[in-house]
């Protein structure tokens, strides 16, 4: 289903545990404070600490404590994010380089592919990441910069962006796509219990939400997107029970490795071919960044040239790494 990038994951980090940290703590001797079992619930009016942030059986869990845990998990992730963040920005305006709104609407349209629409995009990321439309658009923007700061000193050539096109024409010629939704179920008797009950006429996306443990898809009603019919990333036992499908129909108990999939095809379609001209940019990027500096060697430089120090010793593999 589209492309989901890495990073967008990365930048969940600090969406999750700055809010919780930048609200402060209360002291350590509000931890685990006792109360009564009878403490109402939220919305009434009961003798609830500002600070408590949850309760089990009459034990409250404090903000605290939340952000002690917040911190010894993601806290090391999350500031060395913040610190990259701001490093490559300063690099990036110190060396002139920016993102144009071309560019970044073409790297979102890029992501986008395999979802139904823009509409369907953002709410999958919403969802599954927890991040708004405003957060997807600042990520992309940022990893571009990161993607000029690293191939900034890479000259590529006509010959190679032709050579290279020659040599994977086929990714770029006319093929077939399916639009495909699926639930993934752990046992053979399961998946044919989802079977029985969609020829009772029960909605395929609603099973998927109760059945599927396929946590990327289950959501959003088991739903695939338009993956090619030699796509790489897709089991091929799925792609071959699609294949015998018309629009519509269903398929399975499908082994996969996860366990068995019910497979439905929601659509086809054949895809145009790409002519150099059409790919060329694309191309360029790819060829500059496999002889690009590593990301990782060039966040580590980034980090040092900026004098980048972590003061707090719980946090401190946020540089050295």
Known sequence: MGKIVLPLRRLLLVTIVMPVV????????????????????????????????????GKSISRAELTQRLLSSYGSDTLREIMLHEAVNREAAKLGLTVSAQELEQELKSMMEGYEGEA?????????????????????????????????????????????????????????QFELAWIVTSSKAEANDVLSQLEQG????????????????????????????????????????????????IAGPVKI??????????????????PLSAVREEIRRQLAMQQAVPIRELERRLLSKYGAKVLDPRLSSAVDR
């Open 202 to 249: 029960t909605d395929f996306g609603t099973l998927a939400g109760e059945y599927s443990t396929d946590e990327m898809t289950a959501e959003t009603g088991g739903y695939l997107g338009w993956v090619d019919e030699n796509d790489s990333f897709q089991d091929p036992r799925v792609l071959q029970a699609a294949s015998q499908l018309n629009v519509g129909e």
């Open 120 to 176: 369907q995009f953002y709410a999958v990321m919403q969802k599954q990441l927890g991040l708004d439309k405003e957060a997807v658009r600042e990520d992309a923007k940022y990893r571009l910069l990161v993607e000029k700061l690293a191939t900034r000193d890479v000259q590529i050539t006509e010959q190679q962006i032709a050579g290279y096109y020659k040599q994977h024409e086929g990714d770029y010629s006319s093929r077939r």
């Open 22 to 57: 930048l609200t402060g703590c209360s002291p350590a001797s509000d931890d685990n404070k006792e109360i009564s079992p009878a403490t109402p619930s939220a919305g009434s009016k009961g003798e609830v600490s500002a600070d408590t942030v949850g309760v089990v059986d």
């Open 257 to 274: 490795d996860a366990g068995y999939a019910v497979v439905q095809l929601k659509g086809t379609q054949t895809t145009d071919g790409q």
